[in-house]
């Protein structure tokens, strides 16, 4: 035991018992909590702001104590907020990128103590080495941004809004990137990130910021970043889970960053103690931000149970967000037990209380309620298997892919391992690792962009090129999400017509073949000016939307397994195929878009070069080994995104097809394909003339002409996005100066689009 002289190194170590934690201050803290009185205002315009009408927000700690109170702000603020950030961001773009770099690189400064103490009372998990990192990177990016990232500018102001429970590092993870592309910022931070980052932006300023590129709203609901992303100055908007924004035409990200449900899994190779201690450390002794699953080998079920249940034992109670959070605990025990698990506990749980002792729920299944929806407090279920397969199975079957742990000391077996789990982060032999220079996406249910590393930069710039327009902003419109484009197509009236010349009938692609629609239904599609019929298309319903994705969904495993080379092969007898049906393919252009055949004839030839630069971009764009802070090394690499959706725009329908089909299939994804409703025939074209074998599950359908207006489609897709989790992109619709798809500049945008990133740590002694 520690501080005991007769304990001998053998003794300790058989106890693993910890030693007296170093006592800390937090009288810094203390002392500036107490200069603003302990109220906390608004930061709007480079300064504090309290106006007296406005309500405030008590925040409590754990132990039930008054830390201080924040503003609650109202909309007037956020429309000062908004005029400040417009102002800040012409400001702070004009400063030079070594200048902007100082200022982050200073912000810190000798306050650096300040900002611990109030993180600890305020209990926003953000180690001070971690904020110095983060710092230092990103001000390294803030030095280089116009050497190494050319030809992007920043989006203007961005808006980065946390829930409650997210951490002040996952914050920052957006904030300090967002500042460092020359961006001004609106943070709207959660319930214990509120004090530390007023304070943040307090030191910033002092560093040099200037005034309105860095302001602070704190509020009591979750609709105060509704309310910021409405606002017509905001160009972009980084939250978790909020619907509020869908129609408005601004850009959102998405990071679930909390409560996911992550496994620990731990192989029969794996040593044992290391791997109890760890999932302890993660489990119980850490603020936490995921819900941890133990995955255990059979073989090792009984060692890890028994050394589990000693270090476990003398373990104090662990304290609950509220008394409430204890029924919730009470109920997910009692149903556990109920359905055969049992418990080892650290001590007995008090009778009630905001606190509970530490506890395995041993017998777990995956279907089981206490693993399928995780209670607050210091519950960790524990599931079994037997193969390699089967850990995978268990590991991927969250609907969250943000992170795993993988304890074994079989190398080879790890990097399978984590190669197979759908998740962002993999750390083997550690856990809860994490540096800005590695890229990471939330997979699945997870997040729909990618933070640190240079890929996490690309959120918040845009390319130079004027032809990438932002899209245009707008007001939600009131409509029923259940019913939307459920209206009947218009009825086909038969006519009169010689049977030579009758317009073609086209099928769709499901599946690597051509067939007609489910329903059986066709729509006409109109000659420019409604003139006359220029062909039938496939109605497609939900069935044929059902059959695409399964088809695809099917297929797309064994494409992403395919090599680089490969997949370029394929791209390049694409293009070959293409080259051989020019002719047909300009004149479907011709027809349908109304250009001249040397024009229409151009798009060809732009196309099929479109086609050989996917190609050429397969093996080009890899992962990498960065150099990390701390011993261990790390891998990054691009995964494909899966099964993705495409609706084409109108404009320049042939090369647009190409240039997104292209970027989705070279990145190892399966397409499900809509064509322009307005000029569907030269992507039908394309489909019937080129050879389906050559790229999976390529599968077309048409939607019925009587869709609601385009406002309401991206209103209805920024909603549907949601839940669950999608990426979603939008371009500008056509009328509005539309994408422009012969520029060059699109391909590091589109390609970068269509994947998502993964980082694996792998430590050394």
């Not at 170093?22 to 309290?50: M, N």
């Not at 800040?88 to 690189?105: E, F, I, M, N, P």
């Not at 298309?537 to 069935?543: F, I, R, T, V």
Request: hydrophobic fraction near 40%.
């Amino acid at each position: 035991m520690a501080g005991c002289t007769s304990e001998t190194v053998h003794n300790i170590f058989q106890s693993m018992e910890y030693g007296p934690a170093a006592c800390s201050s937090t009288a810094t803290a203390q002392a500036w909590l107490d200069h603003h009185s302990r109220t906390l205002g608004l930061f709007i315009d480079g300064k504090f702001v309290l106006p007296a009408d406005r309500r405030s927000r008590c925040f409590v700690d754990s132990k039930g104590g008054t830390v201080c109170s924040t503003a609650c702000a109202a909309e007037d603020d956020v429309s000062q907020c908004a005029a400040s950030a417009v102002k800040g961001h012409k400001a702070w773009g004009d400063l030079s990128c070594y200048q902007r770099a100082k200022v982050l690189l200073g912000a810190l400064g000798r306050h650096g103590p300040c900002v611990a103490e109030l993180c600890e009372l305020c209990e926003a998990s953000c180690p001070p080495s971690s904020l110095v990192r983060l710092l230092q990177y990103y001000s390294s990016w803030a030095q280089l941004r116009d050497t190494l990232i050319a030809n992007w500018t920043p989006l203007g102001v961005v808006a980065v809004v946390s829930s409650d429970d997210c951490s002040l590092y996952s914050l920052m993870l957006k904030v300090l990137p967002a500042l460092a592309m020359g961006n001004s910022l609106i943070v709207v931070p959660g319930r214990s990130s509120a004090p530390p980052v007023l304070l943040l932006a307090q030191l910033f300023t002092g560093a040099g910021l200037p005034a309105g590129a860095l302001n602070v709203l704190t509020g009591s609901d979750m609709q105060l970043g509704a309310k910021v992303a409405q606002s017509a100055n905001v160009s972009y908007v980084s939250y978790s889970g909020n619907k509020a924004t869908a129609g408005m035409g601004v850009p959102v990200s998405v990071s679930q960053n909390v409560g996911a449900r992550c496994p620990f899994i731990i192989f029969e190779s794996a040593d044992i103690d290391s791997a109890v201690d760890a999932v302890i450390e993660a489990a119980f002794k850490k603020k936490r931000e995921v819900h941890w699953v133990l995955c255990v080998q059979e073989s090792v079920l009984d060692s890890v149970v028994a050394r589990l249940g000693h270090r476990m034992a003398g373990m104090k109670c662990v304290a609950l967000q509220s008394v409430g959070d204890r029924g919730l605990v009470d109920a997910a025990v009692q149903g556990a037990q109920q359905q055969g698990a049992t418990l080892v506990q650290s001590c007995a749980a008090p009778p009630s209380s905001a606190q509970y002792p530490p506890t395995v729920l041993c017998g777990a299944a995956p279907s089981s309620p206490f693993v399928v929806e995780p209670s607050p407090g210091p519950l960790l279920p524990l599931m079994t298997f037997r193969s390699n397969t089967e850990a995978v199975a268990l590991g991927n079957h969250s609907p969250h892919g943000q992170a795993a742990s993988i304890w074994t000391e079989d190398l080879t077996l790890a990097l399978e391992t984590a190669k197979s789990l759908s998740v962002g982060s993999v750390w083997v032999n550690s856990h809860s690792v994490s540096d800005p220079c590695l890229p990471v996406s939330g997979h699945k249910d997870g997040s729909t962009c990618t933070d640190g590393g240079q890929q996490g930069l690309y959120q918040f710039l845009r390319p130079s090129s004027s032809s990438h327009p932002p899209l245009p902003r707008s007001s939600p419109v009131s409509m029923d999400y259940s019913k939307f484009g459920t209206a009947a197509s218009p009825p086909i009236i038969p006519e009169d017509s010689d049977p030579a010349g009758a317009p073609k009938v086209y099928l769709q692609l499901v599946g690597g073949k051509l067939c007609k629609s489910v329903s059986g239904c066709s729509i006409a599609v109109q000659s420019p000016g409604g003139g006359g019929v220029l062909a039938h298309c496939p109605d497609g319903g939900p069935k044929d939307v059902r059959n695409a994705v399964e088809a695809a969904d099917k297929v797309q495993p064994g494409w992403m397994k395919k090599s680089p080379s490969a997949r370029a092969q394929s791209l390049y007898s694409l293009a070959k195929g293409l080259e051989a049906k020019r002719r047909d393919l300009a004149a479907s252009i011709n027809v349908q878009t109304g250009l001249s055949m040397d024009k229409a004839d151009e798009e060809v030839e732009l196309s099929i070069a479109r086609l050989s630069d996917w190609a050429a971009y397969c093996d080009k764009v890899q992962g990498g080994t960065p150099s990390l802070p701390q011993s261990g090394s790390a891998l990054s690499f691009p995964e494909a995104l899966g099964v993705v959706g495409i609706v084409l725009p109108d404009n320049s329908p042939l090369l647009s097809m190409v240039t997104l089909l292209g970027a989705a299939v070279g990145n190892g994804n399966a397409v499900v394909m809509v064509p322009s409703e307005e000029n569907p025939l030269p992507a039908l074209a394309f489909i019937q003339a080129s050879n389906k074998g050559r790229v999976p599950s390529m599968c077309d359908r048409l939607q019925p002409r009587s869709l609601p207006p385009r406002q309401q489609g991206c209103q209805y897709l920024q909603h549907a996005c949601t839940s669950p989790m999608k990426t979603l992109r939008l371009s500008c619709p056509k009328e509005d100066g539309g994408q422009d798809w012969t520029h060059a500049s699109i391909l590091e945008d589109m390609w970068r689009s269509a994947v998502q990133w993964k980082s694996v740590w792998i430590p050394t002694a």
